[in-house]
């Protein structure tokens, strides 16, 4: 009971991570980026690859990090001409190739076995204390992010994405880069989502083509609307009722002695419910963004 606590607490906390650095893009600056998995995919695989060139986990975090954000500049300059919806399935698009090369690569990926045995980063303190360890450095990882991506909403950055989202015509003619103002959006967010990628690599000892699953993305945007879109304290909330309809299922599967399908029905049955009830009574989020009014 209690590992299986902390591995939900830790789980919990990777997942934040990605979905914060979703709401970075799409909260704030309005991205409607559908291949937002990517990012941790890169992440988990930099991870992957470090330590299998005998890198250390350190380097390995850094090399995603870098990698994603190259990957969020790119697409931020590529898809600048194209309209907000196009815009979002180019982002899916993307995501997908990227995990078809992730596939097909196996010199460098390990093909679809991904790449497995990589060591979590305090094995040696031994039970229970590798896990608390772990997730404390989830914790604080997530404390520091949500806390950078607060004081970056509410500054003259933030400012200027709340304009490109919402007048952006009126931000262009008021002299804002909105091209630079997207590359930049998109860089910050891959960082903190390839973080957790990374973090996941680690924890869970292994990284396959799995992770860039387009239903990962989407759940991540589950986390995002539930908790509400733009508001760091909201997306928090939704990773965590996310979290809890998954940690539920299992137990109402030991309690009432149906199999694991049902399980899995009743987990996703659940997480739509909440969706559904947020859209139709608070579809602004249940801690909706606070904007400022001018007088």
Not at 6 to 12: E, G
Not at 14 to 31: D, T
Not at 42 to 49: E, M, N, R, S, V
Not at 55 to 80: F, K, S
């Amino acid at each position: 009971m209690f590992d299986f606590l902390v591995f939900s607490l830790t789980v919990a906390g990777i997942y934040a991570l990605m979905a914060l650095g979703l709401n970075l893009q799409a909260g704030y600056a309005g991205l409607m980026n559908f291949g937002h998995i990517a990012f941790a995919g890169l992440g988990a695989y930099a991870t992957g690859i470090a330590f299998t060139l005998g890198w250390a986990p350190l380097a390995g975090a850094a090399l995603g990090v870098l990698a994603a954000m190259a990957l969020g500049w790119c697409i931020g300059r590529i898809g600048n001409k194209l309209a907000s919806d196009y815009w979002g399935i180019a982002t899916l698009a993307i995501a997908e190739i990227l995990r078809t090369i992730a596939i097909n690569e196996d010199w460098l990926t390990g093909g679809s076995n991904g790449i497995s045995a990589i060591p979590s980063l305090f094995d040696g303190l031994g039970r229970p204390w590798s896990g608390l360890a772990f997730l404390g450095l989830v914790m604080l990882a997530v404390a520091v992010c949500a806390l950078l991506c607060r004081r970056l909403g509410d500054g003259r950055f933030g400012r200027a994405l709340r304009l490109m989202r919402e007048e952006p015509q009126l931000a262009a003619c008021m002299g804002y880069d909105l091209r630079s103002l997207k590359s930049r959006t998109l860089m910050a967010g891959a960082a903190i989502t390839a973080l957790g990628g990374s973090l996941y690599a680690h924890y869970m000892s292994f990284v396959s083509p799995d992770y860039m699953f387009p239903a990962e993305t989407f759940l991540l945007w589950t986390m995002v609307m539930i908790g509400g879109v733009g508001s760091t304290a909201g997306v928090l909330v939704g990773v965590a009722l996310v979290q809890a309809a998954n940690v539920l299922a299992p137990f109402a599967r030991e309690v009432l002695g149906f199999g694991s399908d049902v399980a899995g029905a009743l987990r996703l049955g659940l997480i739509g419910l909440i969706l559904l009830a947020c859209l139709l009574w608070r579809s602004e989020g249940l801690v909706p963004e606070k904007l400022r009014k001018m007088p």
